[in-house]
């Protein structure tokens, strides 16, 4: 159980460097409106950051 909590949090982590160094501080805004949303389950808050990975990805 321990070990799984682990690799979740560096797979997180991970992917939050990834974000930061690939599309800056719109990849974390993006990221965490996605995670956020999907925790609580505001599809709102899900669109909007789709929508910000979308346009990130557009310009790449």
């Known amino acids: 159980m321990i070990s799984l909590e682990l690799l979740r949090a560096v797979v997180s982590l991970g992917v939050e460097q990834l974000m930061q160094y690939r599309y800056g501080a719109l990849g974390l805004l993006c990221l965490f409106l996605?995670?956020?949303?999907y925790k609580v389950r505001n599809t709102t808050c899900m669109s909007v950051g789709a929508v910000i990975f979308v346009l990130l990805m557009t310009q790449a």
């Open 34 to 37: 996605l995670s956020v949303g």
